[in-house]
């Protein structure tokens, strides 16, 4: 038995799933003022009538980290930044103190120039007198050699938690990504582990004794210890569940365009061939550009109850959603309100849903009923001009997807394929649109939730192998180890397939879930003067986003 929750902005969906069907639901409204209380509320629901003894893991999907950073509410991060020759400091600088530290070491790994030790005791006395708790220490090509950042790590420990570290968070090579996503990883940290730490009480005091899984923005999971050391990584797991969910749902092998339409917000999504369009660097959250690998997503402000407005003579809807809808109490008319007036909802009160689309209709001189199909028009309108607008910038580009870089490929959508709450009412509306089958599976309301519960474990790891130093390296797994000159790309397949298995396994995956394989490999010849003296080995495998097991579900076309 799994549960899947996942924390949307204006509702908590969550679904209890056993031997592959759904055997409860539930949706409850998002307080914003107290997440925990509102996932709580929603489990506790979710639980009556159930034998608890028989839940095999929680799959959680949470905003908590997502909206610390865009609603400015993270914890003050010093940071201290070695960022080498050639590179200038200023928009490095995303902390609320930045410490540029001297020293350096190659693209090699070879230390050239130590840092200072007086630079890291101005860093402490600075970080002290400005109450700075969380730190982040990056070094520019740690993922290469880590001692510099390790050596500072352990002086600032016995003052400051937590500590993050560049080479930990990616063994990718992107100093300046490196740098805002180490910021970020300490700035949710404590916000996300007060969350996880009720999250556990919690469900402990009900007697739940089942493992708990967050998730990622690639679509995989990882358990909550992982998640409480890399929190950075839970940014943007809400798409992320309406992407697996969907996959669950309404699966397929073609171009397809994926909308997961709620009451806040749009997201947006691609197929190639019935896989996730990818982002191929990381996503950017706010105004920092990170190395936390996703699937690709895009959110507009457009969702069942976004407000609405009249702007010289044209509806206008959204981006803000300004509280309910005008039947609920809300001080604005929204689409739900046009759903309830035009009778495809069936909730609130119905007069004043009428009401507010009296009012527009005076401002435009058309009758309430015109006005409400008019703001669904509208919202399929603006949704197929985002799409398309996404798709001529995608097609001008390579494809990346999360099996390989595709040259040449241009998406042609066959279907749309959407969920969330108002699917089944626009899903004709969006078909007219674009010209295309519109899908949407029998569960669509809870879609998320589904995505949330069956999504497995994921991880990514990053081999370089140097035989002319005798060093093999995966930065994400903090390993440094030696090996001998006759090292081959042989041997360093079979290495990246076993620790990539291991860090599965660590993060909560069953062995016969895993689907592991080696996405990029490299291997020339390093040479100095007129001799070659060893191998550059490069290898990156991964443990690709997948369903635990199909969901047996019914689906409306």
């Keep these: 038995m799994i549960i899947g929750l996942d924390m949307g902005g204006t509702n908590v969906d969550g679904v209890i799933i056993e031997n592959g069907r759904i055997i409860n639901r539930v949706k409850k409204t998002t307080n914003r003022n107290d997440l925990f209380d509102s996932i709580w509320a929603a489990l506790k629901e979710l639980l009556i009538g159930i034998d608890r003894s028989k839940i095999d893991r929680i799959n959680l999907s ?14 003050p991060v010093g940071m201290i930044i070695q960022p080498g020759p050639g590179i200038p400091c200023d928009f490095l600088a995303c902390g609320d103190e930045n410490i540029f530290i001297s020293g350096y070491i190659d693209h090699r790994g070879e230390i050239i120039e130590h840092f200072k030790q007086e630079e890291i005791e101005k860093a402490i006395k600075l970080f002290r007198e400005k109450n700075i708790k969380s730190c982040g220490v990056v070094t520019k090509f740690s ?30 090579l992107n100093f300046p990504r490196r740098v805002y996503t180490t910021y970020l990883n300490s700035a949710v940290h404590n916000t996300f582990n007060e969350f996880s730490r009720s999250i556990k009480e919690s469900l402990y005091q009900e007697g739940i004794d089942a493992p708990i899984f967050i998730l990622k923005a690639d679509g995989g999971t990882m358990n909550i210890s992982t998640a409480e050391e890399r929190p950075v990584e839970t940014i943007l797991s809400g798409p992320a569940a309406s992407f697996m969910g969907m996959n669950a749902m309404v699966p397929t092998n073609e171009d397809a365009i994926l909308l997961d339409i709620g009451g806040t917000t749009t997201d947006i999504f691609f197929l190639v061939d019935g896989v996730p369009l990818f982002e191929p660097l990381g996503i950017k959250i706010d105004r920092y550009k990170t190395l936390v690998r996703a699937i690709y997503s895009v959110s507009i402000g457009l969702g069942g109850d976004s407000s609405i407005n009249i702007e010289n003579g044209q509806i206008k809807i959204g981006p803000l959603r300004e509280g309910k809808p005008y039947a609920f109490g809300g001080p604005k008319p929204t689409p739900t309100d046009a759903m309830i007036t035009l009778g495809l909802m069936n909730t609130g009160n119905r007069k004043k849903a009428y009401d507010s689309m009296v009012s527009l209709g005076r401002e435009l001189n058309i009758s309430p009923e015109e006005v409400a199909q008019l703001i669904l028009d509208t919202m399929g309108d603006i949704t197929k001009d985002k799409v398309e607008e996404l798709l001529a910038d995608i097609n001008s580009h390579p494809v990346y997807t999360i099996k390989e870089l595709l040259y040449g490929k241009k998406i042609e959508p066959k279907v749309v394929n959407v969920i969330g709450g108002p699917a089944k009412i626009l899903a004709p509306i969006l078909e ?23 999504a497995k474990p994921t991880t990514e790891i990053n081999m370089l192998v140097n035989t002319s130093k005798g060093i093999l390296s995966v930065p994400e ?23 990539i298995r291991e860090s599965a396994l660590s993060l909560g995956a069953i062995n016969e879930e895993i689907e592991a394989e080696i996405v990029e490999e490299s291997s020339f010849n390093m040479v100095r003067g007129f001799y070659t003296t060893g191998k550059n080995i490069r290898i990156k495998a991964q443990v690709k986003p997948g369903l635990i097991f199909e969901l047996r579900s019914d689906i409306n076309d």
């Excluded at 903090?478 to 090996?483: D, M, S």
């Excluded at 079979?494 to 620790?499: G, P, T």
Aim: glycine share 4%.
């Design 62 to 75: 949470t905003t908590i980290s997502t909206n610390a950073i865009v609603e400015n509410k993270t914890d």
């Design 143 to 172: 993922t290469r050699n880590p001692k510099f950042e390790k050596d500072i790590k352990e002086i600032l420990e016995k003052d400051f938690f937590p500590i993050s570290m560049g080479h930990t968070v990616s063994g990718k």
């Design 432 to 454: 007219r649109k674009f010209n295309l089958p519109c899908c949407f599976p029998k569960d669509y309301h809870v879609a998320n939730a589904v995505g949330a519960a069956l």
């Design 477 to 499: 797994l903090e390993l440094f180890e030696k090996i001998d000159r006759t090292f081959t790309i042989d041997k360093a397949r079979r290495k990246a397939m076993e620790l």
